[in-house]
């Protein structure tokens, strides 16, 4: 069964750091451009960032730039959102998604999702103090 999980949401002060996992399992992400989402509770699911299946390429929403970093480690089969001076309108279910990307080197847009073929479930990130 092909799935994607993620993982290392909860509650953290404004300020705070969390770092959020993409595991995959059932199929190898390394083929795939890895993009994060977040919705809010009332709000339409927005596009945070990509990385490349090659890990050379990433882009970020200007809501998140110079704050959120992603990062990919093949031989964990997972993709990393590290989330940094998190504020509480960073409060929202945070999900990962896989793109099969023209080259091993391009990102997938995340201003559409219907570019994303694997979702996960969604982890819950609580900015609250």
């Known amino acids: 069964q092909l799935q994607l999980v993620e993982s290392g949401g909860g509650l953290v002060q404004p300020g705070g750091s969390l770092r959020l996992s993409c595991t995959a399992s059932g199929f190898t992400l390394d083929a795939y451009a890895v993009g994060w989402f977040r919705q809010a509770p009332g709000k339409e699911r927005e596009g945070l960032s990509c990385?490349?299946?090659?890990?050379?390429?990433?882009i970020y929403a200007d809501s998140v730039k110079g704050r959120f970093t992603v990062s990919r480690d093949s031989t964990k089969n997972t993709v990393y959102l590290q989330m940094g001076s998190l504020k509480p309108e960073d409060t929202a279910v945070y999900y990962c998604?896989?793109?099969?990307?023209?080259?091993?080197?391009?990102?997938?847009?995340?201003?559409?999702?219907?570019?994303?073929?694997?979702w996960g479930q969604g982890t819950q990130v609580t900015v609250s103090s």
């Open positions: 998604a896989a793109g099969a990307g023209p080259s091993p080197s391009a990102v997938v847009a995340v201003e559409s999702d219907a570019e994303y073929d694997y």
């Open positions: 990385i490349s299946s090659s890990g050379d390429s990433t």
